[in-house]
């Protein structure tokens, strides 16, 4: 408990994945006493995504979607005992002023206040042809369906370089499958990791057996009933059984269309993450700025950021339905994620895709499985730290140090 006074009306939230389990603990934990409804649009409780691209997809080839979900599902703390949760209720549309709810299937519900926590959904190519045989992964079906799919010798095209894309190219390579990786830019996660590392990473990949595509976009898919081949704008066809759309995610927002809230690329929000009289919002959907960078609001698709913002969400929520201000204090969570590519763990600390300069600190490209430290600069600021199998306890070094003169600048902006 916070020690300042709590609010005791109907917080819906709306979302049932990491962002909206953590706002409903976090709102237990401001000292919020009244009823809780978490809507969730699949019919699983919160789960964990990570694994889907990694361990679980990896598996035997478990069909038993039950079973899967035992093995990612989050624990549910004592605190979120009383809160209800609806799943398989997707929320089509919000009326802030009335403080109304309309669920997919016509029914309605009331709310005080409002947790917006419905994260992405994959982009899918615009591209006509067979839909068998295409995947995107974001959720634990599609995780069961592309796994179905992958097996030795499945001839594989992954579209898009990004975290997800390589991760997914590499969990396939371990099954056996043929994989193709066709990327726009030069290098693949080059935004984040920058071109030498992004080059770096790559040569890893094709040394294990990757075959990369860079500087092509997919231009069309082929095949009567099923993929069979898919097109390159230069001409050249790949054979494929499966495609895999990793290019990029949609923010969830829809359902809040009609309220005047600015939805152009996630929710916006102020630094206390309020994005309305009543509503906040957390996780992946929330656009926010964050002064570790600069006042520009952005969406992070991290791991990391659903539980800070469902912290500092909920706190801001209870506050205004308890009829008092948000924490004036700055809100600056220091975005990290991890990422496993084979024999390769990436951690990442701060906004590498901020910078402008990337300086190679320690290691050797060539030999990244040894181990490799890149920093990442803008303005001569140092924005962000890329570490590639490092032992965890210099990862924890790094990230104090990354940390620390941040720190001092949100206490003295
Ligand atoms: C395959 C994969 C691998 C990943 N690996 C890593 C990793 O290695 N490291 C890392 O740092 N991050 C990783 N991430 C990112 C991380 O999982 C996300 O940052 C995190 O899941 C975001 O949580 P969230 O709750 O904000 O959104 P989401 O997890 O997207 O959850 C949103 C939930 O809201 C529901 N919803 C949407 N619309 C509605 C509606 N209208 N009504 C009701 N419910 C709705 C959705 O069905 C979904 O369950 C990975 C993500 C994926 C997909």
């Known amino acids: 408990m916070t020690g300042t006074p709590g609010s005791d009306g109907h917080i819906a939230v709306v979302g049932a994945s990491l962002a909206g389990l953590r706002a409903a603990e976090q709102l237990r934990a401001a000292g919020h006493t009244g009823p809780i409804t978490v809507f969730g649009a699949e019919p699983y409780?919160?789960?964990?995504?990570?694994?889907?691209?990694?361990e679980v997809l990896a598996g035997p080839g478990d069909h038993d979607a039950e079973r899967l979900h035992a093995q990612v599902a989050f624990r549910m703390r004592s605190s979120v005992a009383d809160v209800t949760f609806r799943l398989g209720a997707a929320v089509a549309a919000a009326d802030l002023a009335r403080g109304r709810l309309t669920l997919?299937?016509?029914?309605?519900?009331?709310?005080?206040?409002?947790?917006?926590?419905?994260?992405?959904?994959?982009?899918r190519l615009p591209l006509p042809g067979p839909q068998a045989g295409r995947h995107a992964l974001r959720t634990l079906d599609d995780c069961l369906a592309l796994r179905a799919a992958l097996g030795p010798g499945t001839r594989v095209v992954v579209?898009?370089?990004?975290?997800?894309?390589?991760?997914?190219?590499?969990?396939?390579?371990?099954?056996?499958?043929?994989?193709?990786?066709?990327?726009p830019a030069a290098e693949p996660m080059l935004a984040v990791l920058g071109p030498e590392l992004g080059r770096a990473v790559r040569r890893h990949h094709e040394a294990a057996g990757v075959r990369f595509v860079t500087g092509r976009l997919t231009a069309?898919?082929?095949?009567?009933?099923?993929?069979?081949?898919?097109?390159?704008?230069?001409?050249?066809?790949?054979?494929?059984?499966?495609?895999?759309?990793?290019?990029?995610?949609?923010?969830?927002?829809?359902?809040?269309?009609?309220n005047g809230l600015d939805l152009s690329d996630g929710v916006?929000?102020?630094?206390?993450?309020?994005?309305?009289?009543?509503?906040?919002?957390?996780?992946?959907?929330?656009?926010?700025?964050?002064?570790?960078?600069?006042?520009?609001?952005?969406?992070?698709?991290?791991?990391?950021?659903?539980?800070d913002t469902a912290k500092r969400a909920a706190a801001t929520l209870t506050a205004l339905l308890a009829g008092r201000a948000p924490d004036p204090a700055p809100f600056a969570p220091v975005p990290s994620f991890w990422s496993d590519q084979l024999d390769l763990r990436l951690q990442s600390f701060g906004s590498p895709a901020l910078a402008e300069e990337a300086r190679l600190e320690e290691g050797d490209p060539a030999r990244l499985g040894e181990g490799v430290l890149a920093t990442y600069h803008r303005e001569g600021r140092h924005v962000g730290t890329v570490a590639v199998n490092l032992p965890p306890a210099r990862q924890r070094e790094l990230r104090a140090a990354f940390t620390r003169p941040l720190l001092t600048l949100t206490r003295n902006p």
């Open 45 to 54: 409780a919160p789960y964990n995504r990570p694994p889907l691209s990694k």
């Open 104 to 123: 997919a299937d016509g029914r309605e519900a009331g709310f005080d206040g409002l947790v917006a926590a419905t994260g992405l959904r994959p982009r």
């Open 159 to 183: 579209a898009g370089a990004g975290f997800v894309g390589c991760e997914v190219a590499a969990t396939a390579l371990r099954l056996g499958c043929q994989v193709t990786v066709v990327e």
């Open 220 to 258: 069309a898919v082929h095949g009567r009933d099923r993929v069979r081949a898919v097109e390159l704008d230069d001409g050249t066809t790949l054979e494929a059984d499966v495609l895999i759309e990793a290019v990029g995610s949609v923010p969830n927002t829809e359902w809040l269309a009609g």
């Open 268 to 307: 916006l929000c102020d630094n206390a993450l309020r994005a309305g009289e009543r509503l906040v919002a957390a996780g992946d959907v929330a656009r926010f700025p964050n002064p570790l960078f600069d006042d520009r609001p952005r969406r992070v698709e991290h791991w990391s950021i659903p539980g």
